[in-house]
């Protein structure tokens, strides 16, 4: 047997993560949000099978009450081709994507719509007019995407961000982005969550610029600049996750092999991890973009019914838990 087999060996009988029988936490979502109101979600041109599906089967669980922006004779045509209704949906005319964008986000800086949910169109389309400094949902935080993930390969909800909006950000965006996490982490029900800074090692590297924007926004949280949340960092994904990982290596860490939200140095290595761990690891995601006016939901075409459903819960108890942190102030 080769020394390369025996390692194998050894993590098949030995491994470094413990695996729950099943998924496990998004059904917890579900289940709160039948104790709030459904959410009142601009659901933007939604002209494909999956998108007006997961809208109408958001609102049948009582998620959201969508309103309809887009072709209407269209969608009518495309319901009946699908044998459902969407007779007594309110339907806001728009005649092209860029149309029923901007009036989306309308429908969300007048109040009229609590949440915006993307359709068949494509995410640049949406994100362009929601970033619109003057017309779109910008607010005083930076935009940002959390992956909320159900993984039976960890015990506990896991959070990754950001990987769909901010592509390169530098130690200013990551404040408001571990931030957005954080805020996020405490609306779901995670009242101290536990941040990892990942980078590819644990040790501050001056060549590694990850290494160093970990070190300073540890830092930044003992100064009380970022707030809610146990930060750690820089940590590999290993130790991140696994506490015997931790163990092997001697690093003590009250993050390590617990960690709730994942921060990642880029969008490019935010995203092949969730897919990774998607594809390969049996995951489920639900995406939801933060930092704006009203929480975006963001579905794919590849997406389960329980991601999309379980995107439009994370998002009720966002806006939920935004409303009762205004009314306190």
Not at 125 to 135: C, K
Request: hydrophobic fraction near 45%.
């Amino acid at each position: 047997m080769s020394d390369l087999a025996t390692l194998a060996e050894s993590v098949t009988v030995d491994p470094l993560v413990e695996h729950p029988q099943d998924y496990h936490v998004f059904h917890k979502f579900l289940d709160r949000c039948r104790e709030i109101p459904a959410l009142t979600t601009a659901v933007c041109w939604p002209l494909s099978e999956v998108a007006l599906g997961g809208a109408l089967e958001a609102a049948g669980a009582g998620l959201i009450q969508p309103i309809l922006v887009g072709d209407g004779a269209e969608m009518r045509r495309l319901a009946s081709r699908m044998g459902v209704s969407i007779a007594g949906l309110p339907v806001l005319e728009a005649a092209t994507e860029a149309a029923a964008a901007q009036a989306s986000v309308d429908l969300c800086r007048s109040g009229k719509a609590q949440a915006m949910m993307k359709g068949s169109l494509h995410t640049d389309e949406l994100m362009r007019v929601a970033m619109a400094r003057d017309t779109g949902l910008r607010t005083s935080k930076r935009i940002s995407h959390v992956f909320v993930m159900d993984t039976p390969a960890y015990d506990r909800t896991l959070l990754i961000t950001d990987a769909a909006i901010n592509i390169e950000p530098e130690l200013e965006d990551k404040v408001h982005i571990v931030q957005n996490a954080i805020d996020l982490a405490h609306a779901l029900g995670i009242p101290e969550p536990k941040v990892a800074l990942l980078s590819a090692v644990e040790t501050v590297n001056p060549k590694i610029a990850s290494t160093l924007d970990a070190a300073a926004l540890c830092k930044m949280a003992d100064r009380k600049q970022i707030v809610g949340a146990v930060l750690d960092g820089p940590l590999a994904f290993d130790t991140a996750v696994s506490e015997k990982a931790a163990e092997i290596k001697g690093l003590k860490s009250p993050v390590a092999g617990k960690a709730d939200i994942l921060v990642v140095p880029d969008l490019e290595s935010g995203n092949m991890l969730a897919k990774q761990l998607e594809y390969l690891g049996g995951a489920q995601l639900a995406g939801i973009v933060l930092g704006a006016r009203v929480p975006v939901i963001l579905t794919s075409r590849a997406d389960s019914a329980a991601t999309r459903l379980t995107s439009c819960a994370v998002a009720a108890l966002l806006e939920q838990a935004q409303k009762a942190a205004q009314n306190q102030s």
